[in-house]
């Protein structure tokens, strides 16, 4: 049983499930993974309270714990920023948390070259607590917008697919899109799960899945836990 903490937003939370289905599309019903998905959308806002460290800490491990309570082999979860907490929640709990910005690290460094660009949009948050960087910076250049284009056209992106509103979002960020393309990155992670609905979508699955520009960290872990999940 795959365990996945979800409602930040909620919306990334179903895109991730969706993505597990679409990946086992054509299966007979009993062919596909069985996972519990706990839309915790009680998670106090991870942006404004990265100093009110242990608040957001306490509610993650709450939510791991339930879903450990009901057998699920490992645990995801579809938020980014969520990540700064994942060393601290795999302390408490008994059963493995996949790390996002990870296994997008392995990904990279087996299609990319080493010391290549690799542009990133994301919340503030994830920018400031570092959880990519940690992983990429050793191997890799990791370019994020200037502050103009990160408040005008990623921040108003991701708050717009929250507001459901995903054709504006779409609209919003690609100004960002552009000026890491122009910064010749090989690779750009959508590093916040509400980014890959602005961008796909009203497009095809197969389109998103075989993009040769972009990494979808959310379409990334369902392959890894469709993976780890049939071991």
């Known amino acids: ?135 990429f910076d050793n191997n890799f250049e990791l370019i994020c917008p200037d502050k103009r284009i990160q408040k005008n056209s990623v921040n108003k992106s991701i708050k717009l697919v929250k507001m459901g509103k995903v054709k504006e979002a779409e609209k919003a960020l690609r100004p960002a899109v552009n000026h890491l393309i122009k910064q010749k990155c090989e690779k750009i992670i959508l590093g916040c799960t509400e980014l890959p609905i602005a961008l796909f979508a009203y497009k095809s699955f197969k389109k998103a899945k075989e993009s040769k520009l972009f990494i979808d960290p959310n379409l990334l872990l369902a392959e890894v836990c469709m993976k780890k999940y049939k071991k």
């Open 1 to 135: 049983m795959i365990g996945i903490l979800g409602g930040m937003g909620t919306q990334a939370g179903l895109d991730f499930c969706n993505k597990i289905a679409k990946i086992n599309r054509g299966k007979l019903d009993q062919q596909y993974p069985m996972f519990v998905l706990y839309n915790k959308s009680d998670t106090p806002k991870r942006p404004e309270n990265l100093k009110k460290y242990y608040n957001v800490l306490n509610a993650l491990v709450d939510g791991c714990k339930m879903l450990e309570k009901n057998n699920c082999k490992f645990i995801v979860m579809p938020c980014n920023t969520a990540h700064y907490w994942h060393e601290d929640i795999q302390k408490k709990i008994k059963i493995p948390l996949l790390s996002m910005p990870k296994e997008v690290f392995n990904h990279t460094r087996k299609t990319c070259k080493k010391n290549s660009k690799i542009g990133i949009l994301c919340t503030e948050a994830t920018l400031k607590t570092k959880v990519y960087n940690k992983y």
